[in-house]
T-cell receptor, first 111, second 113 residues
Framework: GAVVSQHPSWVICKSGTSVKIECRSL??????MFWYRQFPKQSLMLMATSNEGSKATYEQGVEKDKFLINHASLTLSTLTVTSAHPEDSSFYIC???????FGPGTRLTVT | GENVEQHPSTLSVQEGDSAVIKCTYS??????FPWYKQELGKGPQLIIDIRSNVGEKKDQRIAVTLNKTAKHFSLHITETQPEDSAVYFC????????????FGKGTHLIIQP
């Protein structure tokens, strides 16, 4: 299947700072990528749809000014968590392609 | 919006026995139904998927069935092995997979040796 990578795999940051997470499709081009969030022992929740060359589409209840998404190329989408707070601590996972192959996830801890 | 219900939340079976996980969905427009296996600290791994134009799909020990009329789909794992222990998620989406997915709450599958 298709390979999706994420970087970093884990990150710890202080409250009030911003963190950028990268999602890359390694062996295919993805005009659309998806960003999900997963709290401990819970399911995945779709946050937003990242579209190459255009604005992202956010799910209801997700603050677009807090979770900035950029999809500048057919192989890279980035999620920036701005002014992070402890409640933003979560597992952030991206997916790509019609078969929805997922990346390995990024564990964000905000102290 | 779509709502996906998944049962059971925990399933314990003896090694070698079969395991069945069931999901229902609410949006009749959903036409893509993937199943994922997630191990602790890792991203979900796609194990099998089915689209609404077929009723059943099989890949070695894993099979998925879909009943569009009843809006439910099931994952069947035969001859279970210890390495099958994980959390399994069902999901539903429209656009043949081109749209974001709605996930069930997950099933913790435990294979007893």
């Amino acid at each position: 299947g298709a390979v999706v990578s994420q970087h970093p795999s884990w990150v710890i940051c202080k409250s009030g700072t911003s963190v950028k997470i990268e999602c890359r499709s390694l062996d295919f081009q993805a005009t659309t990528m998806f960003w999900y969030r997963q709290f401990p022992k819970q399911s995945l929740m779709l946050m937003a749809t990242s579209n190459e060359g255009s604005k992202a589409t956010y799910e209801q209840g997700v603050e677009k000014d807090k979770f900035l998404i950029n999809h500048a190329s057919l192989t890279l989408s980035t999620l920036t968590v701005t002014s992070a707070h402890p409640e933003d601590s979560s597992f952030y996972i991206c997916s790509a392609s019609n078969e929805q192959y997922f990346g390995p996830g990024t564990r964000l801890t905000v102290t | 919006g779509e709502n996906v219900e998944q049962h059971p939340s925990t399933l314990s079976v003896q090694e070698g026995d079969s395991a069945v996980i069931k999901c229902t969905y609410s949006d009749s427009a959903s036409n893509y139904f993937p199943w994922y296996k997630q191990e602790l600290g890792k991203g979900p791994q796609l194990i099998i998927d089915i689209r609404s134009n077929v009723g059943e799909k099989k890949d070695q020990r894993i099979a998925v069935t879909l009943n569009k009329t009843a809006k439910h789909f099931s994952l069947h794992i035969t001859e279970t092995q210890p390495e099958d222990s994980a959390v399994y998620f069902c999901a539903a989406g429209t656009g043949g997979g081109a749209d974001g997915l709605t996930f069930g709450k997950g099933t913790h599958l435990i294979i007893q040796p």
